[in-house]
């Protein structure tokens, strides 16, 4: 497991990663069961950040890009079979089509003025504000300072 969060509604959410057998990589628990949820194909691609923002929206961090989902999107069946579903067309994926600068998320966090932070493996760090993104790089040719060596 990569990322597990607990929602302001008590549910807990539990990413993965490859090296878990074939199914699902994304699963909630509810009334004591752990359940697979299927959502859109970039939810089963090692979810490995997952933030709740104020609205009760869920953002999941993968490989194949940043995932939002409304928080009516869910559906869960808890009988002794049971799996949890997202309505795709409750769910917008976010990925360097959109100005995400990798689809490789490492983290989700927001500031106190409402910016989504989202962190990714070799891109940077993205700030997404009114619906655009912004990249912040380190380096010679990034516009995040460089603190101590590197």
């Known amino acids: 497991m990569q990322t597990v969060f607990d929602d302001t509604e008590g549910h807990l959410w539990v990413g ?3 090296t878990i057998p074939e199914g699902a ?3 909630t628990m509810r009334e004591g069961l752990i359940l697979p949820v299927y959502a859109p194909a970039a939810l089963n691609r090692d979810p490995s950040a997952i933030y709740q923002d104020p ?3 869920l953002w999941i961090g993968t490989q194949g890009g940043l995932i939002c989902c409304s928080n009516d999107a869910w559906q869960v069946n808890t009988n ?3 799996l949890a579903w ?3 067309s409750a769910c917008k994926v976010y990925t360097t089509r959109d100005g995400l600068s990798s689809d490789s998320i490492r983290a989700i966090a927001a500031d106190r003025t409402g910016n989504l932070w989202i962190g990714t493996e070799r891109g940077g760090l993205n700030r997404l504000r009114d619906g655009q993104f912004t990249v912040f790089r380190k380096g010679a040719e990034g516009n995040l300072p460089v603190c101590g060596p590197g």
């Open 16 to 18: 993965g990663s490859s």
């Open 25 to 27: 990589r994304f699963y």
């Open 55 to 57: 609205q009760g929206r």
């Open 80 to 82: 002794p079979a049971g």
């Open 86 to 88: 997202c309505s795709n």
